[in-house]
């Protein structure tokens, strides 16, 4: 089985995936600034911005999944953040896939996108806009990634339960018949090591939202 890299692996998202692929049967290596809860995680502790300890959590793995908010110290450095990661995974040979967020979507194909609408929450717009511009970083890059939104009412505020059950979508935003877009934590993680283990997409921006 696949040895996999969480970068931020004691968040809310990265834990998930985290517990998810453990349960799968994945190695699991961590890079955070706290020990990981789950037992059997390799774990480092350390920063993402120091490129050593990035290089040390990235050993050995099949690909690096990237689970980091630009919150705390990484506001404003989720960009040099990344592009360590992205240089270990050109270095080492591996995908990488970033989670990504709502407002990095398209309300519809081709339109600009919704954290550059005028409707978008002023409190988040700076949050969303720096998730936003990793995708020219990724696009202008050499390394084979997967850009993953999850949907618009995700998060620890809403984690919702396991269902068993997503829809895998493209880049343009997704919504329940009600005008919802949801999805819990459980089923997110599903969503992305069913990625890691099937594999078959490549360079591309992708939305997990409930079925």
Do not use: C
């Amino acid at each position: 089985m696949k040895t996999i890299t969480v970068i931020g692996g004691t968040g809310y998202v990265g834990a998930a995936i985290v517990a998810e692929a453990l349960s799968r049967g994945l190695t699991v290596r961590t890079l955070s600034r706290s020990l990981p809860a789950a037992v059997g995680v390799q774990a480092t502790v350390g920063s993402v911005l120091d490129r050593a300890a990035v290089a040390e959590a990235m050993l050995g793995a099949d690909v690096v999944i990237g689970a980091l908010s630009p919150r705390g110290e990484l506001a404003g450095h989720i960009q040099q953040a990344y592009e360590g990661v992205l240089a270990e995974a050109a270095s080492a040979g591996i995908p990488a896939i970033i989670v990504g967020g709502f407002g990095s979507l398209r309300p519809a194909p081709g339109a600009p996108r919704i954290v550059d609408g005028p409707d978008f929450p002023a409190d988040y717009r700076a949050e969303a806009a720096e998730m936003a511009a990793l995708l020219p970083i990724l696009e202008a890059g050499e390394v084979d990634w997967l850009f993953v939104s999850p949907a618009m009412e995700f998060g620890a505020f809403n984690p919702g339960e396991r269902t068993g059950r997503y829809a895998l979508g493209n880049d343009v935003a997704r919504f329940d018949e009600q005008g919802r877009s949801t999805i819990s934590g459980a089923d997110f993680a599903i969503g992305i090591i069913d990625l890691v283990i099937a594999g078959g997409h490549h360079r591309e921006h992708l939305s997990l939202t409930s079925a």
